[in-house]
């Protein structure tokens, strides 16, 4: 059987979706990032931002100064998510095989259902009415014999774009293509070949297997000799499929350089807090806390350790993080940080964190009671009185937990 698979991209989806919240951004170029006064980049730019030269993960400071006019809106993930579910729910009514690919693209494999449905072509064009029509949002969709073509072929026409590359035409496709066109070509590959004077697949293809296996090891060469052929045999991966996570963490860049322990401290409660309730939502707990500290300067350290007991409460893991932190010889106070971040590793997710006094299991109570509050209503809707100050000083360095709004979201 021949594969047949769809890429749906949104288009511009953090943009597109404040721009649907807020008519008044509509016809605007808008930037969807993080706070003013942070360190941050731009996560997507509105098409009318785009016609000034604005690109996504362009420094905000760089993209101000080509758009000056630009509104600047906060980030909410929690809108994003909420609003990608519901168009992977209109995808999941033509396959069950769904690969969701990020927050804003997902695959679908139509090789054994296409047929039902008047062709891939039919669903294609069925999605981005139910999409457009549903949500008010545009999105881009290609079709192709792999994932790797089915990707290429929705990034050809934006937005509300859609091509099909059929076998036939792949070779001609990829001839002239630039090779940074290609996932899986990333800045640090395309310098390489750049240097060469490789810029095309075309190009690219003549490269010998060889010489690629020399250059980059016997998987990454063939890799990118498949790649430049328009070659690719990766499945599409349903999520409930997805092997569990080895670890989970969060990391913060501080809007300012700081030595204030307090304010790292409070930073690092609240990384804390989000991981812990990251592991209770997979029903994991972990057993290794890691650490990681940034200088001014770039010089990142990293210290770990492995205890004895599963942990899945932040403010425990927190109390942990300290004292590897500060341990002998501690990692903060030594120069000012501009970096923080802490994860838990040697998963289980059949082992729980232990909970054997009374107080203790009050505690573990009270934060089951919180998560479900929070998983209703949007992070932060209630927590701990014990994070509270943590928690604004979190605020006032620009780690934000927005909540839903708008396009049928919980209201908080």
């Known amino acids: 059987m021949e594969r047949l698979i769809l890429h749906l991209d949104m288009n511009a989806f953090f943009a597109s979706v404040e721009q649907k919240s807020n008519p008044a951004l509509r016809g605007k170029p808008v930037f969807v990032c993080g706070n003013r006064h942070s360190r941050t ?21 760089e ?43 997902a695959f679908l494999d139509l090789s054994s259902t296409a047929g039902r449905f008047g062709g891939a072509v039919a669903i294609a064009q069925a999605l981005q009415r139910q999409v457009n029509g549903e949500l008010g ?3 881009s969709v290609g079709i192709g014999p792999n994932k790797l073509l089915a990707k290429l072929a929705s990034g050809l026409k934006k937005p509300n774009g859609l091509t ?21 070509i990333g800045r640090a590959l395309q310098a390489v070949f750049n240097a060469r004077g490789i810029t095309t697949c075309g190009e690219l293809a003549h490269v010998p297997l060889e010489w690629l296996i020399s250059r980059f090891g016997s998987s990454m060469g063939r890799h990118v000799w498949c790649l430049a052929r ?40 609240d990384l804390c807090e989000k991981v812990g309730r990251r592991l209770r939502a997979a029903g994991a707990a972990g057993r290794t806390i890691t650490v990681t500290i940034r200088y001014r300067d770039f010089t990142t350290f990293s210290r770990a350790h492995t205890l004895g007991r599963f942990l899945d409460d932040g403010l425990d893991i927190y109390e942990e993080a300290c004292r590897i932190a500060i341990g002998d010889s501690p990692i903060w106070g030594l120069s000012p940080i501009r970096l923080i971040g802490v994860s838990v590793s040697s998963l289980s997710y059949e082992e729980r964190q232990a909970w054997w006094l009374p107080q203790m299991i009050r505690r573990r109570q009270l934060v089951t009671a919180c998560d479900r509050v929070n998983d209703r209503f949007g992070e932060d809707t209630v927590m701990r009185a014990s994070t509270l100050e943590a928690y604004a000083t979190a605020r006032h360095y620009a780690i934000k937990h927005p909540r839903w709004n708008n396009f049928n979201s919980p209201q908080t």
């Open 41 to 61: 980049v731009v996560a997507t730019a509105s098409y009318e931002a785009r016609a000034f030269g604005v690109k996504t993960g362009m420094p905000l400071h």
């Open 63 to 105: 993209a101000l100064r080509l758009c000056p006019h630009a509104t600047l809106v906060e980030g909410n993930p929690d809108k994003y998510a909420f609003l990608f579910r519901q168009v992977a729910g209109m995808m999941e009514r033509y396959s069950p095989e769904i690969e969701i690919y990020s927050i804003d693209e």
């Open 137 to 139: 949002l545009p999105c």
């Open 164 to 184: 099909q590359i059929q076998p036939e035409q792949v070779q001609r496709l990829l001839a002239d293509l630039p090779i940074e066109e290609l996932c899986g």
């Open 230 to 269: 328009g070659i690719d045999e990766s499945p599409v991966v349903p999520n409930h499929n997805t092997p569990p996570a080895k670890s989970m963490g969060h990391m913060h860049t501080l809007p300012h350089d700081t030595s204030d322990s307090g304010v790292i401290r409070g930073v690092l409660l």
